[in-house]
């Protein structure tokens, strides 16, 4: 089998465990049902799940059971959809399609929306603290909430996006630029590859090295958005095209160039694929997932 | 000194030490001025501190030191201080004053008042998770985070906001009134009496009697609640008195008649004193809370 098949088929299983859990986990729920319908709603609208399957993918390079890491890659693909709700509402980037479907406030209503993502946040904590012992020792247990809490509260996504929506209008330099995305979606992806290394109990040289991938991969995942948000199929990518010029969003293409920003992702996806190489794991599946990024049309 | 001036002390000094270490938790963060700012405009406004006083009060009864419960304590109020900032959106109860300030969205605007609530329960778990070990050990620092997300998220605190917006404009009976009560409030207030028992590692007996006390206690605390806004002065209130009838809420004076509703908090007071008694614990401290929940004036 070629590594691209391996690939698929191990993203097509444990994309399949993944959803399937999250959706037992809610549906399980005692709450009424308008709350749970919005969180399903948003849950099962088909991401293409990067977040977990990084997850699965760091453990399964460092030797071990990906399915060690469901419980807390259901909390980050919960948290990632929190945030998503969030980011659409009209106080902020004001979106009515998320995945070619109408966004979770224009079906449900602004405040259900809001406590959908609220909902989601707190469950994510939950699920992590509730994983089965014997995949997650304690210790480790507490060490992904705290992380958590880091890669998505203040000093991580929430920080970022509240200084996205402030630098809206206004023309940002490319470390302005680069705060944005390191917080906004960078924290979270590298905390996927990092509760991986967490769980697999990996020394520290190994997590630096997965580190510096996953800062790579970050960056690199947002250049590819912008590229995308410029140039991309509406119908494939299911939102509008070009809405960051439309709200005047900086971006990379805006601020380098077309060509500078597809230099600056190539340079990324270089960086991502060394730092992995480094770690001498065997990461064929972390390297399919970075040629995803690199070439991702939605 | 007499048991109301313990009290008073008790109370003053742990609701300086809570203030301090909530405001130096959120003064560390490194984030955007504007959402720190909008974090600590809510967090400084001068609550009751109710709930963090229950948990030191409930440590202080089972012969503790309440400071060990410092951390989860601020945890609480953060996470309370978020629900407060989320429910008076305009797009939930659209209120424009909040314990006689202006909101938080009518200060920040509506974007960075849903954010900096999001980095507020966000942190909240951070909180529990990185209280000083030789105060609550692992163990019970996991029971604390999962039983936070349970009490806050959509089978607690986040299923009753649902469940009381669903509500509005509607007559509900007095079992879905009971509901939404018992879960938008009553949930956090039994989780600060809790987390005192397992941060103390109380035995199971004393375990259900602090747990009636609380659900007697929430019960009591929010027919208070709906007898004040019915009569309350506005003034000491901070906010409008008669909100509820204008929003065509249902309260306990609407269904049981203002004797009833009197009637209905004597007896959950004098319920949540009965099981305090049934502990054998040192309670008076719960009891002058319990007082003061009955008698407030705000």
Not at 256 to 263: R, T
Request: overall charge negative; proline content about 3%; aromatic content about 6%.
């Amino acid at each position: 089998m070629s590594d691209s098949s391996t690939f698929e088929v191990f993203f097509r299983k444990y994309k399949e465990i993944l959803e399937r859990q999250m959706e037992e986990s809610v549906n399980l729920l005692q709450t009424p049902a308008v709350l749970k319908d919005a969180m399903l709603y948003s849950l099962t609208a088909g991401g293409k799940r990067i977040r977990p399957l990084l997850l699965f993918a760091t453990l399964d390079a460092l030797g071990k059971d990906p399915e060690q890491g469901l419980f807390p890659a259901c909390a980050i693909e919960m948290l990632h959809t929190y945030s998503l709700i969030h980011d659409d509402l009209p106080s902020m980037d004001d979106d009515d399609l998320r995945r070619g479907k109408p966004t979770n406030h224009k079906v449900f209503g602004e405040a259900n929306a809001i406590l959908a993502g609220d909902a989601l946040l707190t469950v994510s904590f939950q699920m992590i603290a509730e994983a089965p012992e014997q995949s997650i020792p304690l210790e480790a247990k507490l060490e992904l909430i705290r992380e958590l809490a880091l890669a998505a509260g203040a000093e991580g996504m929430v920080g970022g996006q509240t200084a996205d929506i402030e630098g809206e209008d206004k023309s940002l330099n490319i470390e302005e630029l680069e705060y944005i995305h390191s917080h906004k979606t960078g924290k979270l992806l590298t905390y996927s590859v990092m509760a991986g290394a967490v769980i697999a109990g990996a020394n520290m040289e190994t997590k630096r090295y997965l580190h510096d991938f996953s800062m790579h991969l970050g960056l690199a995942f947002q250049i590819r958005d912008d590229l995308l948000d410029l140039d991309g199929n509406e119908e494939i990518l299911g939102k509008p095209v070009g809405s960051d010029e439309d709200k005047h969003k900086s971006t990379y293409p805006a601020l380098l160039g077309v060509e500078g920003a597809k230099a600056a992702l190539e340079q990324q996806i270089a960086g991502a694929l060394t730092a992995l190489e480094k770690t001498g794991a065997k990461t064929a599946l972390l390297q399919e997932i970075t040629d995803l990024v690199a070439k991702r049309d939605h």
